[in-house]
């Protein structure tokens, strides 16, 4: 008797944030022989001047099946399309080559999207790693939806979010509460001693308080990403002083970075104790928060690893707005003086200690298992499932809409 085909996972990693929430997944499927891993790699993890993170992959030893460049890096206000565009051509390429049974994407940037896209028009079946969430700040929420209308299966980080997917019509049936991802790569983490962390930084030591920066510019409003920048940038030197160190990792490559960047740049030249990095990989960027006391900026990590380790947040701006927060988290208008009193409080020694043994919302971090789970679920032959709307049952709430009916 035969042994049963292998089914063919390809997953799309673009980025250092993406790829250490998936690593443990990645891991999971690799090593599971009811599967076939093949990567596919793109975007910013091709490109020096975010880190050529592509050989963090390379080191890992996962396959990768197919380097997609998404080229040009210019920040010009055409420049979003042009590398949707070339994403979108470069996954159709590479997904014809491979022909996956399932594609798996996690989060919402475009080439999440592109991917998609091509894979909807192959027919390949589509999983969705943490769809429903809101960054009603960023570029990414719009894109993060539509990754949803074109999904077949629904791995979502909490059950509000699963919610939010069946209100954009997905049937209960199509979603699964895995939790987020990068909880497991916190709950397996063996993280660097300070001393370690220090010099894997080529740092002399890492002062107190020790500030982690993650601030990305807020793609709605590229326009203003460098004033943003300046405006933290001050914020920080008004609170960090001689014996602190600020760990700064620069932005990705959403409309408007290049400003952010040189803003944020510009803080490290005149402050000997703001350090700028293009990249620190996932065991070094953890290992940082787990010894950090306080991080400032508006990642997703802020709402997502950050409270996992107690760690204190500024969350500044609206790039985030929309999603779940611990009580950790401090958000705050991208103002100086704002900024400046939310850094503050979250030093205090009281604020911290209150945050203690406070489990976060988003699960206890076995999602590779879950995911593996369902990923076993899906049909190994055939079309994709079928896609039917699910319209909400009548309700007061129809009322509340004030539609009427066509004249």
């Known amino acids: 008797m035969s042994e049963p085909r292998r089914r063919r996972v390809a997953v799309v990693t673009g980025s250092r944030a993406d790829y250490g929430l998936l690593r443990p997944t990645l891991a999971a499927l690799h090593a599971d022989p009811r599967f076939e891993l093949a990567l596919l790699v793109c975007a910013m993890h091709l490109s020096p001047r975010f880190g050529g993170t592509v050989e963090e992959v390379e080191r890992d030893g996962f396959p990768i099946a197919a380097r997609i460049?998404?080229?040009?890096?210019?920040?010009?206000?055409?420049?979003?399309?042009?590398?949707?565009a070339l994403a979108l051509d470069g996954f159709n390429r590479a997904l014809c080559q491979s022909r996956p049974d399932v594609l798996l994407l996690l989060g919402d940037r475009y080439e999440m999207l592109a991917a998609a896209l091509a894979a909807s028009g192959l027919g390949i079946t589509i999983a969705h790693m943490h769809g429903g969430e809101l960054s009603e700040g960023s570029l990414d929420d719009a894109m993060r939806h539509s990754i949803t209308k074109l999904a077949h299966l629904h791995l979502v980080a909490a059950r509000v979010y699963g919610e939010r997917v069946c209100q954009l019509g997905e049937r209960p049936e199509s979603v699964r509460v895995v939790g987020a991802a990068g909880i497991e790569a916190i709950r397996t983490l063996a993280a660097l001693e300070r001393g370690e962390l220090a010099a894997e930084l080529g740092l002399s030591e890492l002062g107190a308080p020790l500030i982690v920066v993650t601030l990305?510019?807020?793609?709605?409003?590229?326009?203003a990403a460098g004033a943003q920048a300046r405006e933290v940038a001050a914020a920080l030197e008004a609170l960090a002083g001689e014996g602190a160190t600020l760990v700064v990792t620069l932005p990705n490559d959403d409309p408007g970075?290049?400003?952010?960047?040189?803003?944020?740049?510009?803080?490290?030249?005149?402050?000997?104790?703001?350090?700028?990095?293009?990249?620190?990989?996932?065991?070094?960027?953890?290992?940082?928060?787990?010894?950090?006391?306080?991080?400032?900026?508006?990642?997703?990590?802020?709402?997502?690893?950050?409270?996992?380790?107690?760690?204190?947040?500024?969350?500044?701006?609206?790039?985030?707005?929309?999603?779940?927060?611990?009580?950790?988290?401090?958000?705050?208008?991208?103002?100086?003086?704002?900024?400046?009193?939310?850094?503050?409080?979250a030093l205090e020694p009281g604020f911290r200690a209150a945050l203690s043994g406070k489990p976060g919302p988003l699960g206890s971090g076995r999602v590779s298992e879950a995911v593996v789970a369902a990923l076993d679920e899906l049909s190994a032959d055939g079309p994709p499932p079928d896609k039917r709307f699910l319209d909400l049952p009548d309700g007061p709430w129809r009322e509340g809409l004030g539609l009427r009916e066509p004249l």
């Open 257 to 345: 970075n290049a400003a952010s960047r040189e803003e944020l740049l510009a803080l490290c030249e005149r402050a000997p104790w703001a350090h700028a990095f293009d990249s620190l990989g996932q065991h070094r960027y953890l290992s940082l928060l787990s010894h950090a006391d306080l991080m400032v900026g508006n990642s997703s990590s802020g709402l997502l690893e950050a409270p996992a380790f107690g760690l204190p947040v500024v969350n500044v701006g609206d790039r985030q707005r929309g999603r779940l927060e611990s009580e950790g988290v401090l958000s705050c208008p991208i103002e100086r003086g704002s900024i400046l009193a939310a850094a503050r409080r």
């Open 216 to 223: 990305h510019p807020e793609s709605q409003h590229p326009e």
């Open 69 to 84: 460049d998404t080229a040009p890096e210019d920040d010009d206000p055409g420049a979003h399309g042009r590398r949707l």
